[in-house]
Every structure is written in C-alpha cells, then in structure tokens.
C-alpha cells in the first residue's frame, strides 16, 4: 500500500457517504481482501482511489441485486467464473421473490379491505348465501361497533383468507342452525335443558367461524338479537319469537356457568 496524503483519494467516510454503504461494511471488506483500498496516509488513514472506487460500484450493485460476497469476488477476480451465468441465475431468484411479493401484495390488499369492509363478497353474493333476509349494511355496523376489538381483527383476518366456497359452508351452518333453533322452539324446548344447552353450544361453535366467543360474550349477541330490529326480524323470520326464545336458552346456560346476564360484558 502506498502512502499518500487526502488528496490523493477519498477516505473511509467520504466513501461510506458517496456509496450510501457502511463504513462497517468497508472495513469488513478490506478485512476479508474483497475491497482494499490502494492508499495510506502517514497518518494510517486508508484513502480510496478512482480504481477502487469502481471496484466498489460493482460490489455495491451485485450486492443489491443479492449475490453474497463469495459470489461477487469470483464475478470480479475469477477468470472462469460465468458471469452471465451468474447473473441469470440470480435473475431467476430475483423474479421468484418478485412473484412471493406480489402474492404477499395481494394478501394484504384483502387484509386491508377485511378490515375496513368485513366481508370480501359482492352484495349479491352476501343475498345468495346468506337469504334475502340478509342485511349487507350489518358488516359495516359490526365495524362501527367492534371494529377496535380483538374479535373484529380476528374475523377480518379470518374473512381475508375465505373465498366464495368457503363463506358457503359458514352460511350453510348459520342456516342449519336457524332451522334446529326454529324446530327447538316449537316442539317446546325449555330454557335450561339439556337439550337447549346443546343448541347453546352449537350456536358458539357455529359462531366460531367469525370468532371465538365467550359466553358472556354470546349473552351481550343474545340480548343484541332480541333487542336490534334488524336482528329480531331475521330471527323471528324463521320462527315468529325465535329472537326472545333464543335469547331466553342463552340466558339460561349462562346461569348454569354461573355468569349473571344481567351483568355480563363483552369479554
């Protein structure tokens, strides 16, 4: 190595700036011989010349297109090496993580519109699933009301990942379900029975399509239901007082549990 004064070449930090690299990364590269710099002052400053300035261009574009340095000193010192070998193969990686982004692009494009819409389907595919008692206004007022809630993130993440196949077998349930509340009802199925107890049950498992659900949680849906007119119609659609007889059996269960609807909260 020569010595030289500054004004000879450029010095660490000048070249740390101008190649927007670490200084870090500069001596890692002198340390291991990819990058020395060919001058020092008296002073013991290494100073970069014009010619290791080049080098250094080329190192900090392989670099960003992701060879490792193993790779990048043979492109530049070995004779043998096939370069356009090289490069195409690195192309080729460079054009799989492309495509990986994009698909992860869109994943979060829905994410995005899960969360600010609830369900990713047309209203007339709400219609077809969900019956032409089905209100498409309600994601948007379950928003309004849960939309800073844990419950609200889950479904929206839940709802990102559904297509159309999907959602049907959701619907699916929520309809069979209506119907074994509906026949409950009238074949006279006590609050407190067993048998209610199961329909209970069910009811949070079907649920748990949107979230999981507490049964505090599902006493706050029950009065919801019963109180809501939007929600009361549904549910005595399928059987006139279904909303207030289903909010009675959930009342009920969560008694047995020891939980006080009169008390409970949304947790």
Do not use: K
Request: glycine share 8%; charged share 30%; net charge negative.
């Amino acid at each position: 190595m020569l010595e030289a004064t500054e004004a000879d070449g450029l010095t660490v930090g000048q070249v740390s700036t101008r190649l927007d690299v670490t200084v870090r990364a500069l001596h890692h590269w002198d340390e291991i011989g990819l990058a020395r710099p060919s001058l020092r002052t008296a002073a013991g400053y290494r100073l970069y010349t014009a010619g290791d300035l080049e080098r250094l261009h080329r190192i900090v574009v392989y670099r960003e297109i992701g060879l490792g340095l193993d790779r990048i000193r043979a492109v530049l010192d070995d004779p043998t090496t096939d370069v356009p070998g090289a490069l195409r193969a690195q192309r080729s990686q460079i054009a799989d993580r492309i495509e990986r982004l994009q698909r992860l692009g869109a994943g979060l494009d829905r994410m995005i519109d899960a969360h600010e819409g609830g369900l990713l389907l047309t209203v007339e595919q709400q219609a077809e699933l969900f019956g032409s008692r089905w209100n498409p206004d309600w994601t948007a007022q379950a928003r309004q009301r849960y939309g800073d809630t844990a419950q609200w993130l889950e479904f929206a993440e839940r709802s990102a990942a559904r297509g159309l196949e999907e959602w049907r077998a959701v619907a699916d349930a929520v309809a069979g379900l209506d119907r074994a509340l509906g026949d409950a009802m009238d074949r006279g199925v006590a609050p407190g029975s067993p048998e209610a107890g199961r329909l209970v049950e069910r009811h949070r498992e079907v649920f748990a399509s949107y979230f999981p659900l507490t049964r505090q949680m599902q006493v706050c849906l029950g009065r919801r239901y019963e109180a809501d007119p939007a929600f009361a119609a549904h549910y005595d659609g399928v059987r006139a007082g279904l909303a207030a007889w289903f909010r009675r059996i959930v009342d009920a269960d969560a008694r047995a549990h020891g939980i006080d609807p009169d008390t409970a909260t949304w947790q």
